[in-house]
Antibody, heavy 116, light 105 residues
């Protein structure tokens, strides 16, 4: 069955960067676009961007331009989200999900906490 | 960006019918999808394309609407349905509503 296994929680310092992962299993990795979402406590979800592992194409929510970089490694069926110049506003749970129009499969989420 | 506005939190008793609304700031056709999220879990897809139930989703869940106004209906509500429900549109990139928290009396 389809599984998206995300890396563990991160506690990082302001101004630093973090890279979180999402390992896919149960389907052909290049078949679906991999999306990343942000959810702050008590808030709704925001789309960060997506990558197409088959051709390397990416697209970002303009709000996250310069903040997020999404990559994918076909050899390990793993997608990555790198966040830079972290501030307290980046403290959130980050989800990976596959889909196009809607998202049937999600990772379990990664809590990123930015604190000195 | 297309903004999705959801109805505020609701409290209902098991066995009742509940409707959760989602209004878009512009027309999104029928590209509205609904998710349920419980605390500490990832969202779970319930309805896609306004009215199509995802695999394994009980017939108690139904969706309707078009254009700017959409509704998720749960009938009858069960105790296990206590959660936050989100709508999402995919007509103009992707945005989510703020969520409606459903509490059971």
């Amino acid at each position: 069955q389809v599984q998206l296994q995300q890396s563990g929680a991160e506690l990082v310092k302001p101004g630093s960067s973090v890279k979180i992962s999402c390992k896919a299993a149960g389907y052909t990795f290049t078949t679906y676009d991999m999306f990343w979402m942000k959810q702050q406590p008590g808030n709704g979800l925001e789309w960060i961007g997506w990558s197409s592992p088959g051709n390397g194409k990416t697209k970002y929510n303009k709000k996250f331009n310069g903040k997020a970089i999404i990559t994918a490694d076909k050899s390990s069926s793993t997608a990555y989200l790198q966040l830079s110049s972290l501030t307290s506003e980046d403290s959130a749970v980050y989800f990976c999900a596959i889909g196009g129009s809607f998202f049937e499969y999600w990772g379990q989420g990664v809590m990123v906490r930015v604190s000195s | 960006d297309t903004v999705l506005t959801q109805s505020p939190g609701l409290a209902v008793s098991p066995g009742e019918r509940v409707t959760i609304s989602c209004r878009a700031s512009e027309s999104v056709g029928t590209r509205v999808h609904w998710y349920r999220q419980k605390p500490g879990q990832q969202p779970k897809l319930l309805i896609y394309g306004t009215s199509y139930r995802d695999s394994g989703v009980p017939a108690r869940f139904s969706g309707s609407g078009s254009g700017t106004d959409f509704t998720l209906t749960i009938d009858p509500v069960e105790a296990n349905d206590a959660a936050t429900y989100f709508c999402q549109q995919s007509w103009n990139d992707w945005t989510f509503g703020g969520g409606t928290k459903l509490e059971l009396k």
